[in-house]
């Protein structure tokens, strides 16, 4: 940011599909009994696909001498789950079969940074960054959890969920904000070398968890099963450290990138009288990239193509106790490698670029565009 020699506004739209895996029944203890839908020897997996789209970026950016100050809005997170549970199937200790309760439950969560940052140009070879960051955060976790249709008749059956079967209802909802601040160093410690790193601080948002009984509940409709409130969850704080190498012609660049994603803070302030996090785990993260451009100097306009992969380690809970039900649900999830392709036009005063990202959990496609004047 501190090299720009023009004001410039940037935009970026942003496509995910998300291919969530998770838990829809099966056996979690014990061999199946082979009524009705207990005929599985091990979990069954089904994957929720769901969609989200808009804006991911806009930025003006306005530079001076050795100065540049840029105010902006990021969409730092834009992710939709839908699950079904129906027919989880387990030996009970007492004898007999244990169905666990089945459950339709969403999730939709989204982190919105608006914020200013600065960049000081304090020598040719090192270049300073500052942010103060406005997080607006909206998350809603809800589930609904259900009886058999009929009882005992359609105990091995397929749940309909039918309205009047719902046992209970649960909701955590955070509809917060915070500040948070960011910094990064940008160090041109070669010819055609340089060496950055960044630190971004992540908000506190508050939330609620309210349970309701349902009309299959032995407490009257509507009644508050379990509520809390006044309670703060942390998004994670990121850290890393980049290098990157530009060829003496300043057509090829190749980067790589060590990205820290501290998730574990999210258990150690998830708990409460309603969230037992004791028997649960979540790792932190060390995300790799790695990055490669080739850029068509000779063209009018510039047209560069790039491609990249990154791996993004599992941070999925993970429940590490006893019970066999809830290590089917929670369960740990695998690593991804994210492939990434892209291309862009470089006129006098405007850039475009598309970019895609593909692994098995989420592909993404993003457009961009920025404008000099």
């Known amino acids: 940011m501190a090299k720009l020699a023009r004001p410039e506004i940037s935009l970026e739209l942003r496509r995910r599909k998300y291919s969530t895996p998770h838990t829809a029944g099966g056996r979690v203890h014990g061999p199946p009994t082979g009524y009705g839908i207990d005929t599985v020897d091990g979990i069954r997996t089904a ?85 103060i960051s406005y997080f607006v955060g909206s998350i809603d976790v809800s589930g ?136 649960l785990g979540l790792d932190d993260a060390d995300e790799l990239h790695l990055g490669f451009e080739y850029v068509f100097l000779e063209s009018t306009p510039l047209i560069a193509v790039r491609a990249g992969l990154w791996r993004d380690p599992d941070h999925r809970f993970r429940y590490e106790g006893d019970d066999p039900f809830q290590r089917a649900l929670f369960h740990p999830g695998e690593d991804a490698l994210h492939i990434s392709v892209g291309a862009g036009i470089a006129f006098k005063r405007l850039q475009i670029d598309v970019g895609a990202d593909f692994s098995d959990a989420v592909d993404q496609f993003a457009l961009s565009a920025i404008f000099s004047f």
């Open 144 to 279: 609904s959890g259900y009886l058999v249709d009929r009882f005992p008749e359609t105990f091995w059956e397929p749940n309909s969920f039918l309205a009047d079967r719902v046992f209970e209802t649960s909701q955590f909802v955070s509809e917060s904000s915070d500040w948070g601040i960011n910094a990064g160093i940008l160090w041109r410690f070669a010819e055609g070398w340089r060496l950055g790193g960044v630190y971004r601080q992540g908000p506190d948002l508050g939330y609620t968890i309210a349970n309701r009984a349902g009309p299959a509940h032995w407490e009257p409709e509507g009644s508050d099963t379990g509520s809390v409130s006044g309670l703060t969850i942390s998004i994670p704080d990121v850290f890393g450290v980049g290098v990157a190498y530009r060829s003496p012609s300043g057509n090829v660049t190749v980067g790589f990138e060590w990205d820290r994603v501290e998730y574990s803070v999210i258990m150690e302030t998830l708990g409460s009288e309603l969230v037992y996090v004791t028997d």
């Open 47 to 131: 994957f929720s696909n769901e969609t989200t789209s808009g804006v991911s970026f806009l930025s003006f950016v306005y530079p001076g001498t050795k100065w540049s100050l840029a105010v902006y809005r990021h969409q730092l997170a834009d992710f939709a789950v839908r699950t079904e549970l129906n027919g989880l199937f387990g030996d009970a200790e007492e004898g007999g079969t244990r169905r666990e309760l089945d459950q339709v439950t969403s999730t939709d969560f989204e982190i919105i940074n608006n914020g200013v940052s600065g960049a000081l140009e304090l020598s040719e070879s090192l270049s300073l960054g500052f942010g």
